[in-house]
């Protein structure tokens, strides 16, 4: 049985360039690129150019069509992602998709329903979840969830600086889907529900933070700058969420706290405080792979050993209707700039 999945990649745009393409050619025993699919073509020829790799296809049907292809890699925006979907387990290839995986958790659920059908290996990357920080943590809460006492509450923060773009990627609500709060809310509410179990959520409140819309010949905006958003989980344990894009902030406010009612931890750095209020940290072990190539491996053993995903199509579904309910149930507060 051949060990070499044959990759091609939908969407030229920085996930690819980044972190897919670097990853796939670091797992040279388990991915091989075959080529490249991008609406603009320079897009898709300058990544064939810059790792001498694989070919450039014209349309994303000529990559479908492509029976050397095992598994598609999609890294288009947000709103493309459902129809590429569909369109590529109905050719016979497996999926991996970018986070957020769809918009509309209708969709999602359209999905897994022909998919039962085509029976095909669809997997959203949540690379948070591969993180050694994140692994260390789960087996720390694990063994330790007696001294912890009960969760009270969780506090969470990403303001990240705006994003690099192509084409409106990010700042278009019709491409991206929204601003921060589904951009950066996809990855810290996907992280709380892996290390949680996707706990049942009781009440939403959201606000969203908006300034004028701009729409310029290269330049649209049309999405939040900042968002809260306010939940209760079941057990009244809270959830305080704070994002947003800067634009002159030099490093990422991105962390989450987690409060017991005998310890308080936070990720990703790992300090806890004890019962005794102690400071303390937990020792993160050395990996030799970095969190996008353990996701990659991952889905690697989904195919080839049969594996069961470590985030699964009903947890990716908690994650979209929630930031879908959270838009859906939001108040809106104009600002300036």
């Given at each position: 049985?051949?060990?070499?999945?044959?990759?091609?990649?939908?969407?030229?745009?920085?996930?690819?360039?980044?972190?897919?393409?670097?990853?796939?050619?670091r797992?040279?025993?388990?991915?091989r690129?075959?080529?490249?699919?991008?609406?603009?073509?320079?897009?898709?020829?300058?990544l064939?150019?810059?790792?001498?790799?694989?070919?450039?296809?014209?349309?994303?049907n000529s990559?479908?069509?492509?029976k050397?292809?095992?598994?598609?890699?999609?890294?288009?925006?947000?709103?493309?992602?459902?129809?590429?979907?569909?369109?590529?387990?109905?050719?016979?290839?497996?999926?991996?998709?970018?986070?957020?995986?769809v918009?509309?958790?209708?969709?999602?659920?359209?999905?897994?329903?022909?998919?039962?059908?085509?029976?095909?290996?669809?997997?959203?990357?949540?690379?948070?979840?591969?993180?050694?920080?994140?692994?260390?943590?789960?087996?720390?809460?694990?063994?330790k969830?007696?001294?912890?006492?009960?969760?009270?509450?969780?506090?969470?923060?990403?303001?990240?600086?705006?994003?690099?773009?192509?084409?409106?990627?990010?700042?278009?609500?019709?491409?991206?889907?929204?601003?921060?709060?589904?951009?950066?809310?996809?990855?810290?509410?996907?992280?709380?529900?892996?290390?949680f179990?996707?706990?049942?959520?009781?009440?939403?409140?959201?606000i969203?933070?908006?300034?004028?819309?701009?729409k310029?010949?290269?330049?649209?905006?049309?999405?939040?700058?900042?968002?809260?958003?306010?939940?209760?989980?079941?057990?009244?344990?809270y959830?305080?969420?704070?994002?947003?894009?800067?634009?002159?902030?030099k490093?990422n406010?991105?962390?989450?706290?987690?409060?017991?009612d005998?310890?308080?931890?936070?990720?990703?750095?790992?300090?806890?405080?004890?019962?005794?209020?102690?400071?303390?940290?937990?020792?993160?072990?050395?990996?030799?792979?970095?969190?996008?190539?353990?996701?990659?491996?991952?889905?690697?053993?989904?195919?080839?050993?049969?594996?069961k995903?470590?985030?699964?199509?009903?947890?990716?579904?908690?994650?979209?209707?929630?930031?879908?309910?959270?838009?859906?149930?939001?108040?809106?507060?104009?600002?300036?700039?």
């Amino acid at each position: 049985m051949r060990n070499i999945l044959n990759i091609g990649i939908i969407g030229c745009g920085k996930h690819a360039d980044n972190f897919h393409i670097p990853s796939f050619l670091r797992l040279k025993n388990k991915y091989r690129i075959i080529g490249f699919y991008d609406l603009n073509i320079n897009r898709a020829n300058y990544l064939k150019k810059k790792y001498k790799v694989g070919n450039v296809y014209s349309s994303l049907n000529s990559l479908l069509k492509d029976k050397l292809i095992d598994v598609v890699d999609i890294c288009s925006p947000p709103t493309f992602h459902y129809n590429q979907i569909l369109k590529s387990i109905k050719k016979d290839k497996h999926v991996m998709v970018e986070k957020p995986m769809v918009i509309k958790s209708l969709n999602l659920k359209k999905i897994i329903k022909k998919n039962k059908s085509y029976k095909k290996n669809i997997f959203c990357l949540q690379q948070q979840n591969f993180r050694n920080e994140t692994e260390v943590l789960k087996k720390f809460l694990k063994n330790k969830e007696k001294k912890l006492g009960r969760l009270l509450g969780i506090k969470a923060k990403a303001h990240v600086n705006f994003p690099k773009q192509i084409n409106n990627s990010f700042t278009d609500k019709s491409i991206s889907g929204g601003g921060p709060l589904i951009d950066q809310g996809s990855h810290i509410i996907g992280l709380v529900g892996h290390l949680f179990n996707y706990p049942k959520i009781k009440n939403i409140k959201t606000i969203l933070f908006k300034k004028k819309n701009i729409k310029k010949k290269n330049f649209v905006f049309n999405i939040e700058t900042a968002a809260r958003l306010k939940l209760i989980f079941e057990n009244k344990i809270y959830f305080e969420f704070d994002t947003s894009y800067l634009k002159k902030k030099k490093k990422n406010d991105f962390n989450i706290n987690f409060l017991f009612d005998k310890f308080s931890i936070t990720w990703p750095n790992l300090n806890y405080i004890d019962h005794q209020k102690r400071e303390k940290k937990i020792k993160i072990t050395k990996n030799k792979f970095l969190a996008s190539d353990k996701q990659f491996i991952h889905f690697h053993n989904i195919i080839k050993k049969n594996h069961k995903p470590l985030v699964s199509l009903s947890n990716i579904l908690y994650i979209v209707k929630l930031i879908e309910d959270s838009y859906k149930l939001s108040k809106v507060i104009k600002i300036n700039e």
